[in-house]
């Protein structure tokens, strides 16, 4: 079946997810061996800091990760682009169909946002940042959880760990189906790739403070990587 196409802004945004939705809602509900799904809800609840009021989950996906701001005192409400991943994600908190870079929020109205997982399907994270930025209060919240720039992408082959090799394609920023993992989601739904200054950059232009960074993974090199930033 082929991916649904929208109407947005650049063209190539799709709802990749909608085809893939119930895989990915077992995949982010049962904690896999390494415990990912442990180490993403353990690395975004260090990151985050206790609060009241919205927390906007942009491409909230399946809604798996809303137990966390909640935990935390916040009312998370998602937002993603596919109808299929929010079938799911509506069980778990108040979700609306948008697209992340035209976010159907008011200037300055919300106190709180985290994108989670999302940033390498995003053909433009830089214009979802500002997004965020622009629905940010000011001294808003902002916490970034990726996978690792540096060792996550077409470009790191893990299949022979603990040693990692990365090659040259780190630089490449283009989406691609390439991954040493064919079982996993960017077989399925293909990635971008942001290095880690772009990504530092994007943050700090769009108007976001880095308050803290983290990076977490299944043994010496991480394969997560997040921030805390603040509206100024
Ligand atoms: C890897 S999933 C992450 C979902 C969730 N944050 C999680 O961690 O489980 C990426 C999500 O981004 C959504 N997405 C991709 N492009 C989008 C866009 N332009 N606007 C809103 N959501 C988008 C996809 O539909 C998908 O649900």
Not at 7 to 22: K, M, P, V, W
Not at 107 to 121: F, K, R, Y
Not at 153 to 167: C, E, H, K, L, Q
Request: some cysteine.
């Amino acid at each position: 079946m082929a991916a649904e196409t929208t109407g947005s802004a650049d063209g190539t945004t799709t709802a990749a997810y909608d085809q893939h939705a119930d895989w990915y809602n077992d995949f982010m509900s049962a904690d896999g061996p390494g415990g990912y799904i442990r180490r993403v809800h353990g690395a975004l609840e260090g990151l985050m800091e206790p609060g009241e009021g919205a927390c906007l989950d942009v491409c909230c996906g399946t809604g798996a990760h809303a137990p966390v701001p909640a935990g935390l005192g916040w009312a998370p409400v998602g937002v993603d682009l596919s109808g299929g991943q929010l079938r799911h994600a509506a069980g778990r908190l108040p979700v609306a169909q948008a697209d992340a870079t035209a976010l159907p929020f008011a200037d300055a109205s919300l106190p709180a946002a985290v994108c989670v997982l999302a940033h390498t399907d995003l053909p433009d994270y830089a214009a979802v940042l500002r997004e965020i930025a622009r629905v940010l209060r000011p001294g808003g919240r902002f916490t970034h959880l990726g996978v690792h720039p540096c060792y996550i992408g077409a470009f790191a082959d893990w299949s022979d760990r603990p040693r990692i090799v990365v090659d040259d394609r780190y630089a490449d920023h283009s989406h691609t189906f390439d991954t040493w993992s064919p079982g996993g989601v960017r077989a399925r739904v293909g990635a971008w790739h942001l290095p880690l200054a772009d990504l530092l950059n994007a943050t700090t232009a769009a108007g976001l403070r880095l308050v803290r960074t983290a990076e977490t993974g299944p043994g010496g090199i991480p394969d997560l990587f997040g921030f805390l930033a603040v509206k100024a």
